[in-house]
């Protein structure tokens, strides 16, 4: 066979095989059904500090703390929390009666935050914490072949997705919230007794309908 065939079939192997190779390369590589797209939590710390006082907090600073919860968009998850280096029990109420304004109560413990509270003045630190899935959508997987038998790079993306954007607390895709101890039987079976005792719709028969104007 001549050389310059020999040459031509070698460089169409080649090529044949980078292109095998690269394929494979972009295959799916999870071979089990647990998502690798998973969501993650991020919290963080907003903070204003307001001047006090040994009644508390006078009003124009109520005013400024409540115009900045308002513009801070309090709400549910939201966690919010004093730091207050006279522990002055005034001014923890004023800040707590203006944070159940919007259904927030405060928190026990505050975070450490960047610098120091001066003397005068106490610090309110507002928690939020948001949840995202990095990485999706995850279209990294070119090739149509599937050895491995394994779940797309993507796979997991919606639903983790779409439960990170609705969760209204994303503390709790960390860990679920903590039952009161508090029976709610009597609730529920008051509720199934309604429905129990509720006559059938059909029981008074069916009525006389004519057809005659």
Known sequence: MPKAINRKLATAIAISLGLTLSACGGMPS?????????????????????RTSGGGLSVPEQQRLAGWFEAMDLRYGDRVSIDDPSMSGAT???IADL????????SEGAPVTPGYVTPGTARVVLTRSTAHVPGCPDWSA???MNYNNATSPGYGCAVNGNLAAM???PEDLIRGQKGT???VVATSNKAIGSYRDQKPTGEGGL?????EE
């Not at 009525?207 to 057809?211: L, W």
Request: charged share 25%; net charge positive; aromatic share 2%.
């Open 142 to 144: 070119k090739s149509d």
């Open 207 to 211: 009525k006389q309908v004519s057809s």
């Open 181 to 183: 101890g508090e029976t």
């Open 99 to 106: 944070a159940a304004r919007h259904g927030i109560l405060v």
């Open 30 to 50: 999870n071979k089990s059904l647990n998502s690798t797209k998973q969501p993650v939590v991020e919290r963080t710390n907003y903070t204003l500090d307001v």
């Open 167 to 169: 969760v209204a607390n």
């Open 92 to 94: 923890r109420s004023a």
